[in-house]
């Protein structure tokens, strides 16, 4: 496997201070990284990040967005279509993207594919009041995969319930879910902090008030309730909730790094609104340089044998000044 640099700062040797998140200061984000990793990540080109691939990351750029949502239900299919009896199968997906969603439950219907040995792991949940949220809740990921995908399936191609998994508070049987069942491909998004899941950067307390936690520390957790980074809180009201900030909860249930580590492949798609020009630049580049921090937490799959990034090439943008 690749080397993997432990991002530090320092000076002759001795660790000096990062600085405080420009976003939320009691919070470790990407804005607490040196300035010339930054510099140097705005400044790359499409053409750049092409060429960022190496062995245990690939690349794919794609130019039709139809194209891209269509690949990225097909990993649905390739990890069903593996299920057999004596050897289940499955992938876990997000909720965002979701256009894959009622594509997957088509191509399913079309080449009728009979889903009972299949497996499909949810891969967040929100958290609130103790508990995580019912299919009754407007945000709630479960009733979004069933009511773009699952339940579109012809009934005699579903798959049983019990093999459907979704985190919950007391993650003990979602966890233990992944025992026994080939988890084919983790399929995912970026979010604006640099998170897959809510797998997010860490408050700046505790043990961690003055250094972030190592690579190999955030790579122990497990599935879990997580305190939300405020940014990831204003970009889900952004996407789902019309900028309505109130209506988000603060805590969620996401798939841990642990959880992650069992799957053989890990795929992000960025088609170019979750995440911003600059953020898709610097997981790519962290990632490609095997350059792992938690503050940036998709950064450690620098540190995962296979990892896909599929792009839509229109969505890259650029870092540029640009007034408006």
Not at 21 to 32: R, V
Request: with cysteine; hydrophobic share 35%.
């Amino acid at each position: 496997m690749r080397g993997v640099v432990e991002l530090g700062i320092r000076n002759e040797g001795a660790k000096m201070a990062r600085p405080l998140s420009k976003i939320a200061p009691e919070w470790w984000d990407y804005t607490t990284l040196p300035a010339d990793l930054l510099q140097e990540v705005a400044r790359l080109t499409v053409k750049d990040i092409e060429k960022l691939g190496r062995h245990g990351f690939r690349i794919v750029m794609y130019d039709d967005l139809r194209e891209f949502f269509l690949a990225e239900a097909l990993e649905y299919i390739d990890a069903w279509r593996q299920a057999t009896a004596d050897q289940p199968a499955g992938i876990c997906g997000p909720v965002g993207p979701t256009e894959q969603l009622p594509l997957v439950a088509q191509l399913v219907n079309s080449l009728e594919i009979d889903l009972r040995h299949a497996h499909f792991w949810g891969m967040d949940e929100w958290y609130l009041d103790g508990k995580e949220v019912g299919e009754d809740h407007p945000l709630s990921f479960a009733r979004a995969d069933r009511e773009l995908c699952f339940d579109r399936i012809r009934p005699e191609l579903r798959m049983p319930t019990g093999n459907q998994h979704f985190p919950k508070a007391d993650a003990t049987a979602y966890i233990k879910s992944y025992a026994g069942v080939r988890c084919v491909t983790m399929q995912g998004g970026q979010g604006e902090i640099k998170h897959w899941a809510f797998n997010d950067p860490p408050k700046r307390e505790g043990r961690y008030k003055d250094e972030p936690p190592t690579a190999a520390d955030y790579r122990k957790l497990t599935t879990r309730v997580v305190d939300l980074h405020p940014l990831t809180v204003v970009q889900n009201a952004r996407t789902s909730g019309g900028g309505n900030i109130p209506s988000v909860p603060a805590k969620a249930i996401s798939v841990g790094p642990t959880e992650t580590w069992k799957a053989e492949r890990v795929s992000i798609w960025h088609p170019g609104w979750h995440d911003n020009p600059f953020g898709m630049r610097l997981t790519t580049f962290m990632i490609s340089k095997g350059i792992a921090d938690p503050c940036v937490p998709m950064s450690l799959l620098a540190e995962h044998p296979n990892v896909q990034f599929s792009f839509y090439r229109p969505g890259i943008g650029t870092c540029e000044a640009e007034m408006h």
